[in-house]
């Protein structure tokens, strides 16, 4: 443990005398202090704190990543390129232990800064809020919208394959049916192409609504304990037409809240409630997050953990809107304060830290610096690669559709199956949206990408680690 | 004298193995696996406790390939090598070697104390024990002034001292030393030999490879010359180095009359052209010592290093007066600090010169009487009983001369 702790100490010295550490330090006070001013939000109250929380704790984040994949790197690498390791393995101390003791110290550095980083931020950010001029509504808005911790529900997404499967068979029966000898009788490939085409159409056309037409859509698993106090919010971005155009106009819509089910009452009999409380037409911007509250009481709406949430077009210059796939609508309830949640973010970017490093000791316990950063980075941005492949082509594993699109995804796929996307560790957005971020998310974070994927890379490297022949390697020796 | 180097192998024989290497073999490789030099080729050696042994060779001889895979920092392509009759990368059998490298890898923003420190922590010593030996080895190796000085700030040779001293932190039982004297200034070889002759008196084995063969010759009892990677000789200093053809007798200087006479009864046995008689020269190194030690007597500052104090208390195994030796060690500073280890190898020095001296001048005197004409007995009697009373004297200026080391200059 005495020599544990002496690398440990030993790694924690180094560091802070490393030129690019320094360096990024000041872009980690930079970032804190001068960035918020650099940029500018929608102009309200809100914005700017959402911008605030978004950039600073982001850049943060990012720097405090790269400084301690350039350190770890450093720190285990370096030691054996100028032969000092020789002094230290011919000593009683195992080569994990000196691999655990650099890993340690590089990661408690980043964490002391993680932590003043965030006291100093959450300290800027009360001072700011304090010394701003608002008005109540810009303050309620805030507080319910941003300086919260709401966890977001998602509508039950319909099952598309059985509904393809039922619209196939229909349409097989309605040939045999009339005699006629297509080509879906012909095979199972060809079944299973127009099967694949049919479900694509289903969900393409899933969230278009026509005017005069209405869609609703339907929530589970909502907390059964809601009070009347409990506020709850609706959000969703509405596109014009079946393409994506990120083109804002404004379009005309109710929302409807709908009351439907069948409930037992207070002489042991049973109610029936159906009623639909819809909200006054109003203009809606496209192409843009909006959010509002819901106008019905919860214990009214909401019954058994489910509601109903639908949308009636009344739009008269377009020809229909569109809610895509995995926009919205959400629903957002409140279950934490925005403390609590800010400490979560900063500890899932702790998770962050502890991942990178571990990946970079990792490398670095068996490659040369420039190579072990490169392939560092060369992971990370990977990582980040396939996240975008994989979520901007959304179910395009299930369509098959164009071969690009397939082997896009089918890469970036195996890529997230593989390695660590660096995305995964920022949530500010959540935490600007006032979204929370929840223990079971943590935790299936940590055990996802910190166990299961950083962990073997690390024992793999130090399992190299120990059996390297480490006076192979020297710039001096 | 083939007696004594045989009774003194066998009872080195006796002694147990500390490394045992048996068709040793090293052979480095390029990125595609392609055989690429053959370092060490098929060597065997052992190393006994107690022993003191060098490792010679010029430059890619294979030497430092050796002390690597001693240290486990490199492993054997083929053969079998053992360190205490283990594996060379046995993490236990560590806490027993003291490793000093041929460059001395430090990090540089530590100071001299805290770099000790460091490694001492290393051996999981505790903050006291830690404090205790770093505070002696700084003394030991003169360095106790540049405590809290970065070591990134010291000269080649202070940075060496301070190799030196960590290699020492755990009181190893067997010591590996890279070109130990490399960088030193000639008083600091000094200590570096006179420290390694201490070592070998505490029962220490010690392997030592060096480019200046008189350190080597100084204190080691065997070399083991490398050539190409591979063994050219491996044996003791006294069987190697001795010239049995030739002798050589030593005595104070002789008036005229009296060398004539050794000569004509040498001549009688050897050509003339076969004898030379010349004044012994001083070792370089030496005078060099003389000096230094004149000019601390004189209390002149130097900013570098200074030459080590005593040796480390728990160095010297003796535990039970550690605050009498921080008292002798603070109170000692008016001696130079050299000469308490100095004296004390002088005088082990003096007792072997003794012994070499009584054993050639019996040598001599069996010599005399065997060669004198045997018709002159009495005149003969008279000329050995001369000799006799000459180097009796001879012998007494000898012991004076090495028991008292200021007065070799006259």
């Given amino acids: 443990m005495t020599a544990f702790l002496a690398i440990v100490k030993l790694t924690c010295r180094s560091a802070v005398r490393s030129h690019i550490f320094r360096l990024l330090l000041i872009l980690l006070l930079l970032s804190i202090f001068l960035l918020p001013f650099t940029l500018l939000g929608d102009g309200t109250p809100k914005g700017e704190v959402q911008i605030f929380l978004q950039y600073s704790l982001g850049f943060v984040g990012f720097i405090l990543c790269l400084s301690s994949v350039w350190l770890a790197c450093s720190e285990v690498s370096s030691d054996v390129e100028t032969a000092q390791i020789h002094m230290i393995v011919v000593k009683p101390v195992r080569r994990a232990v000196v691999l655990l003791g650099k890993y340690t110290g590089v990661v408690l550095i980043h964490l002391a800064l993680l932590l003043i980083a965030a006291v100093t931020v959450y300290a800027f950010l009360s001072f700011r809020l304090s010394s701003a001029?608002?008005?109540?509504?810009?303050?309620?808005?805030?507080?319910?919208?941003?300086?919260?911790?709401?966890?977001?529900y998602k509508p039950v997404r319909p099952d598309f394959n059985a509904l393809a499967q039922a619209e196939l068979d229909r349409r097989i029966a309605s040939a045999k049916e009339h005699g006629q000898d297509t080509f879906l009788l012909q095979n199972d490939q060809t079944r299973r192409e127009e099967f694949l085409e049919i479900r694509k159409e289903l969900i393409v056309t899933y969230g278009l609504i026509e005017e005069g037409d209405s869609l609703f859509w339907q929530f589970e698993g909502l907390p059964k304990d809601l009070t009347e106090d409990d506020v709850i919010f609706l959000r969703y971005t509405i596109y014009v037409n079946r393409f994506y155009v990120q083109d804002q106009n404004s379009v005309r819509g109710h929302w409807i809240f709908a009351a439907n089910y069948t409930r037992p009452d207070d002489n042991g009999g049973e109610t029936v409630v159906s009623d639909l409380i819809a909200t006054p037409e109003e203009d809606i911007l496209t192409a843009a997050q909006n959010e509002i509250t819901v106008p019905i009481r919860n214990s009214y709406f909401v019954y058994d953990g489910k509601a109903q949430v639908g949308f009636l077009n009344k739009d008269t210059n377009t020809s229909e809107l569109n809610f895509e796939e995995g926009r919205g609508p959400f629903l957002l309830i409140r279950e934490a304060g925005f403390f609590s949640n800010y400490c979560r973010a900063i500890l899932v970017m702790a998770v962050g830290i502890l991942s990178v490093t571990l990946l970079a000791s990792a490398v670095a316990a068996c490659l040369s610096l420039p190579i072990a950063i490169f392939f560092s980075a060369a992971y990370m941005l990977t990582g980040g690669l396939a996240n975008y492949l994989v979520s901007s082509i959304p179910d395009v594993a299930d369509f098959q559709a164009e071969y690009t699109g397939t082997f896009g995804y089918r890469f970036g796929d195996l890529m997230l199956n593989l390695i660590v996307p660096l995305q995964?560790?920022?949530?500010?957005?959540?935490?600007?949206?006032?979204?929370?971020?929840?223990?079971?998310?943590?935790?299936?974070?940590?055990?996802?990408?910190?166990?299961?994927?950083?962990?073997p890379v690390f024992l793999l490297g130090a399992w190299i680690y120990t059996r390297r022949e480490l006076a192979l390697v020297s710039k001096r020796g | 004298m083939a007696e004594a180097v045989k009774t003194t192998e066998k009872s080195a024989s006796e002694r147990p193995v500390v490394v045992s290497a048996i068709g040793l073999t090293k052979v480095f490789r390029d990125f595609w696996n392609r055989p690429k030099a053959k370092a060490v080729n098929d060597i065997d050696f052992e190393v006994r406790e107690g022993e003191v042994v060098g490792l010679l060779g010029p430059n890619g001889s294979g030497k430092s390939t050796t002390v690597k895979m001693l240290l486990g920092l490199l492993y054997p392509t083929g053969g079998r090598l053992t360190v205490f009759g283990k594996s060379p990368r046995d993490v236990e059998n560590k806490k027993l070697i003291g490793y000093l490298p041929e460059e001395t890898y430090l990090y540089k923003y530590l100071t001299a104390f805290e770099t000790l420190d460091f490694f001492a922590s290393l051996f999981g010593l505790s903050k006291e024990e830690r404090t205790r030996r770093c505070d002696q080895l700084l003394d030991m190796v003169g360095l106790a002034h540049a405590r809290n000085r970065p070591v990134g700030e010291f000269s080649k040779g202070m940075a060496r001292r301070i190799g030196l001293a960590q290699a020492m932190i755990n009181d190893p039982a067997f010591l590996i030393l890279d070109e130990p004297t490399s960088g030193l200034d000639p008083l600091g070889c000094r200590e570096v030999k006179d420290l390694i002759k201490l070592l070998k008196k505490r029962g220490k084995t010690v392997i030592v490879t060096s480019h200046l063969l008189s350190d080597v010759e100084e204190v080691c009892d065997r070399i083991i010359v490398l050539y190409g990677g591979r063994i050219r000789a491996n044996g003791g200093m006294e069987d190697l180095l001795t010239i049995r053809t030739n002798d050589t007798i030593t005595v104070p200087r002789l008036p005229e009359d009296a060398l004539e006479r050794i000569r004509q009864i040498v001549r009688e046995s050897v050509p003339d052209g076969e004898m030379s008689v010349a004044h012994p020269h001083m070792s370089l190194e030496d005078f060099f010592v003389d000096i230094v030690n004149e000019a601390k007597k004189e209390s002149l500052e130097t900013s570098g290093s200074r030459s080590g104090g005593a040796i480390a208390e728990y160095l010297t195994g003796d535990r039970e007066h550690d605050a009498k030796a921080v008292l002798d060690s603070l109170t000692r500073e008016e001696e130079t600090p050299a000469q308490t280890l100095a004296k004390k190898m002088e005088e082990d020095a003096a007792k072997a010169a003794e012994d070499a001296a009584k054993k050639r001048r019996d040598d001599l005197f069996a010599k005399l009487q065997a060669t004198a004409p045997a018709p002159e007995e009495e005149e003969s009697r008279q000329a050995q009983q001369e000799i006799e009373a000459k180097m009796s004297e001879a012998n007494r200026k000898l012991k004076d001369l090495l028991t008292n080391p200021t007065d070799r200059k006259d």
């Fill in chain 1, 424 to 455: 995964d560790f920022f949530v500010t957005g959540h935490l600007a949206n006032g979204e929370l971020i929840s223990f079971p998310f943590i935790g299936l974070l940590f055990a996802k990408d910190f166990i299961l994927r950083m962990l």
């Fill in chain 1, 133 to 152: 001029d608002m008005t109540e509504d810009e303050r309620l808005m805030l507080d319910e919208q941003v300086l919260t911790a709401r966890a977001l």
